[in-house]
């Protein structure tokens, strides 16, 4: 009787130290408000929002204990409207991620499928937009250089390093899966990172080689048409930039610069629509530079107050007039804790555009995930429930 209780506690031991070498984790964000802007399209509006200031998904992910410092991963992302339950991208339901991949602990991860790239990873946090607390709201115009991870990348090899002291970096390459024509609709990123103390510098590129060129898009890097899929598209697309922020206490602050080049602008879309009054010339070169400073300070443990201010500055050329479009976006959050995974918050967010994007085109305000307004301002504020899980 003892010889068979004795087998039987080593059994269970096995059993629960076998389960617990793999796991699988459902999470995700839902965040729902009320939303009013004082222009959109010519008029104010009242309505509910989805992902208003950070993303609504969930996802699965996945690990696997192989021995030696090596793990089997994967990773399922979607992305969908709370209000609606539709999905961000049609026909799709792992829109936002879906990936399966080895990590080592000594060497880094190795990882294939559909992922974000390299700006989104190392760029991305040290924004307003991309940063852990969330502010869609504030995302540069358009979201043009992807911080704000408007679209991943399909067909995807990625490595992200292990971390070295602090110093991080990784790369993406993401296949046109185009027959006949490689270098069609194919996408490639770069990015580092290095942390010390309350410092976090970070650089990253992106480019993307004729997303609109192949004659078989739907399998393309990045697809257009997608819900999900970058508001600007064009011939070709690179973006890069800098960034650094510095946390003492209970205040964190920081700078990102970062430059987007569109050459041979093809569409243009914001919040949804097509922007009023915004219609691009073919072969119209659209380049942006983005200049943002934001901070964030927790007055208590549970409240805190964050802000961002960008300056956008464009040059459009190409057609048969140029242009000089222009954007000043501020923004201000105050967020409150009712646990560790629930809070509400408070935002108001202001921009103002000038200029023209070419071809006697007048530039509009278009604060991020809103219609465009149909002058050079617009103001929005919002209040709403956000619950991670």
Wanted: proline share 2%; glycine share 14%; hydrophobic share 35%.
């Amino acid at each position: 009787m003892k010889k068979t209780l004795i087998i039987a506690g080593i059994m269970g031991a096995f059993a629960i130290n076998a389960h617990a070498q793999s796991s699988v984790t459902l999470y995700g964000t839902l965040d729902a408000g009320l939303v009013y802007s004082n222009n959109q399209g010519g008029h104010n509006n009242w309505q509910q929002g989805s992902g208003t200031v950070s993303d609504t998904y969930f996802g699965l992910r996945g690990s696997e204990d192989l021995g030696g410092g090596l793990h089997a991963i994967f990773t399922l992302e979607d992305g969908f409207n709370l209000n609606s339950g539709k999905f961000t991208e049609s026909n799709t339901m792992f829109n936002r991620q879906a990936f399966v991949g080895l990590q080592s602990d000594q060497y880094g991860t190795l990882t294939l499928g559909r992922q974000y790239d390299s700006v989104v990873d190392y760029l991305g946090p040290l924004s307003e937009a991309g940063s852990g607390y969330g502010n869609n709201l504030a995302a540069h115009p358009f979201d043009n250089d992807n911080l704000d991870n408007s679209f991943s990348i399909k067909n995807a090899v990625k490595y992200q390093s292990a971390n070295y002291s602090g110093f991080r970096f990784g790369g993406l390459y993401g296949f046109s899966n185009d027959a006949g024509q490689f270098a069609n609709n194919r996408a490639y990123s770069a990015g580092a990172s290095y942390t010390n103390g309350g410092l976090n510098v970070a650089a990253a590129y992106l480019q993307l080689n004729n997303s609109l060129g192949g004659s078989n898009l739907s399998n393309g890097a990045v697809s257009a048409g997608d819900g999900n899929n970058a508001n600007l598209t064009a011939a070709l697309q690179r973006t890069y930039g800098v960034g650094a922020n510095y946390a003492y206490g209970p205040a964190t602050v920081g700078f990102v610069w970062t430059h987007t080049q569109d050459d041979n602008l093809i569409a243009g879309g914001q919040g949804g629509g097509s922007i009023s009054g915004f219609t691009v010339p073919t072969g119209t070169n659209l380049h942006l530079d983005n200049f943002e400073i934001n901070g964030k300070y927790a007055l208590t443990p549970a409240l805190s107050l964050n802000g961002a201010y960008t300056f956008t500055d464009g040059k459009a050329t190409g057609g048969t007039t140029s242009g000089d479009p222009k954007w000043h976006t501020v923004s201000l959050q105050a967020d409150y804790s009712l646990s560790k995974r629930t809070d509400v918050y408070v935002e108001g967010v202001y921009q103002h555009a000038s200029g023209q994007l070419g071809d006697g085109q007048q530039n509009v305000a278009m604060i991020n995930t809103l219609s465009p307004s149909s002058s050079g301002n617009q103001v929005a504020a919002t209040v709403g429930l956000r619950h991670r899980f």
